[in-house]
């Protein structure tokens, strides 16, 4: 039986093309068009947004993206056995998916898209921290994508949304809030995937603010928190002696008492105290 969309199901998309699921490319397949279709709407309207897609794979969620009205998907795939099923829906929905294969890590593909643009992946577990610390750093901020709209682990989801005090707020929670808005938009137990991986999956969904949600500058603010959050078992004024001989000083002026811990800080006491490094 075919798809609504009228390509093959997936299931045997993968025994067509034996697309036996790698471990060391991380692949867990979405084989629920339902699901992916989901997904996709969790980043809202895409009708006139280009998409980058991560890791296509069979293209499960490529699917959902493009049923769902994507203006253009940009897929970029690693493993070039999955390339002939991702031009069989390519050859589907004409001049709306293109496919790159290659290392998204080594990519550079905004030469191939326009604004403005959403990022959309179930991400390769290996390479999905790295990539998201990317889109999140560059140096002049507004950055070029919109949103994003990401599966994660669930215990790396709960990372970047965590608030002070938890045991899962740090340097993906801060680097994250300070310049957007992210919240768990969806929570994936492991038979959701083929094969299940061992743990739990999260979809989060993070929209980019116009400006950072308090001023700081970037590379002061990261080595702040690189440095908080290394040992954050650690008093501050401990853990951060090395920013500064005065760094009691830096502290108290931001609002933080040199006795507490990183785990303990808002986003906005460590924006303050970066601050007060940056301007000695
Ligand atoms: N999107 C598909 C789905 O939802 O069923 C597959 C998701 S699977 C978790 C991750 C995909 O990323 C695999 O297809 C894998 O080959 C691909 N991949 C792994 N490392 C990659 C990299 N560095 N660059 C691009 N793709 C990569």
Same mark, same amino acid.
């Given at each position: ?42 980043a809202?309207?895409l009708? %006139?947004t280009?998409v980058i897609?991560?890791?296509?794979? @069979? #293209?499960?969620?490529?699917? *959902?993206? =493009? +049923? ?48 403005p643009i959403a990022i959309c ?24 994508w919109s949103s994003l709209t990401?599966?994660?682990? %669930? ?8 608030? @002070? #005090?938890?045991?899962?707020? *740090?340097? =993906? +929670? ?107």
């Amino acid at each position: 039986m075919s798809a609504l969309d009228g390509l093959p199901p997936l299931r045997d998309v993968i025994a067509t093309h034996e697309l036996r699921a790698k471990k060391n490319l991380g692949q867990n397949f979405l084989l629920d068009l339902n699901l992916t279709a989901r997904i996709a709407r969790i980043a809202g309207d895409l009708s %006139k947004t280009d998409v980058i897609e991560v890791g296509p794979g @069979p #293209g499960g969620l490529t699917r *959902g993206l =493009l +049923a769902e009205g994507a203006r253009k998907v940009l897929a970029i795939e690693k493993d070039s056995r999955c390339l002939p099923a991702l031009a069989q829906i390519a050859a589907h929905y004409p001049g709306r998916l293109e496919v790159l294969e290659g290392d998204a890590l080594k990519i550079d593909p905004l030469e191939y898209l326009e604004q403005p643009i959403a990022i959309c992946a179930n991400l390769p577990y290996n390479v999905g921290t790295e990539l998201l610390i990317r889109w999140l750093t560059p140096e002049d901020w507004p950055p070029f994508w919109s949103s994003l709209t990401l599966m994660f682990q %669930k215990e790396v989801a709960e990372r970047i949304t965590a608030q @002070p #005090g938890s045991k899962a707020y *740090g340097r =993906l +929670a801060i680097l994250t809030q300070w310049r957007a808005d992210a919240r768990i938009a969806l929570t994936l137990p492991p038979e959701a995937f083929t094969p299940p991986p061992k743990v739990s999956s999260a979809v989060v969904h993070l929209t980019a603010l116009p400006e950072p949600r308090f001023p700081a500058d970037l590379k002061t603010l990261e080595r702040v928190v690189a440095a908080a959050f290394n040992q954050r078992r650690k008093m501050l004024r401990a853990s951060l002696k090395g920013l500064s001989p005065q760094i009691e000083e830096h502290l108290t002026a931001a609002g933080i008492a040199p006795t507490d811990r990183a785990e303990q800080i808002p986003l906005e006491n460590f924006c303050a105290l970066a601050r007060s490094l940056k301007s000695a």
